[in-house]
């Protein structure tokens, strides 16, 4: 099967400081993959080089490489801006922007593509609201802040905002870290849903949440502080979770450390 994202020997570094070492895996369109592994092992690090949001950091700085179907993200003169229309993100605190309303909020991305019709983008927010599973619960409320809502509702937010520029993967970073349970369990029926259309990556701390929502579970550890994370395995996500091919990953999900 065709991969939408794969990636090639990719180590990231914070000035002199090897984050993240050698790491190569490949992701299949409309697929969850789930990034596992103790605190400070890369796993933030590692997703932000797959939109080209960590190089933002002062000294950030990648190599190797990164392929999105056949464009090569760090090749000479892709745009960084593009790359992240195509790779979304969603955070872990939820941040629909304060003074905009919840219309503007979703509606903001493609305002800053180009210039559209009234109508158009009335669609285009209508859809994508409904595609966060937003759509009832906000559409009386439309030109209200996007900061009135509740801490699970502004992460559908963003949620949408996210799709409404139809990128083809989105990133999220422990997006259910900050909500309580029923929104969490929101989030990860919705992620359910979007992984229909998307290709989806998320990080998470919450083992059942990874066991839940992804078909893929890649492990990063790292061999002690100071030193890179590094990729362990990565596999179907049922096989990490019940018979993994290294022993650390066996100790990490069986909560022996981390
Ligand atoms: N902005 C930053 N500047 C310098 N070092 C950072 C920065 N962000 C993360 N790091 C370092 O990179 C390593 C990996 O961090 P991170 O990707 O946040 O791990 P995780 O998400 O798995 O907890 C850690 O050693 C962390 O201290
Ligand atoms: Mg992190």
Redesign the pocket.
Known sequence: MAKRIDVSGLSAF?GA?K??EDISMTIEPRSVTAFI?P????????LRTLNRMHEV?PGGRVEGKVMLDDEDLYGPGIDPVSVRREVGMVFQRPNPFPTMSIYDNVAAGLRLNGSYKKSELDGVVEQSLRGANLWNEVKDRLNKPGSGLSGGQQQRLCIARATAVQPKVLLMDEPCSALDPISTLAIEDLIGELKEQYTIVI?THNMQQAARVSDRTAF?NLEAIGRP?KLIEIDETERIFSNPSVQDTEDYISGRFG
């Open positions: 914070y400081h984050a993240i592994g605190s400070g092992c890369g796993k933030s690090t590692f950091v990080v990063f994370g």
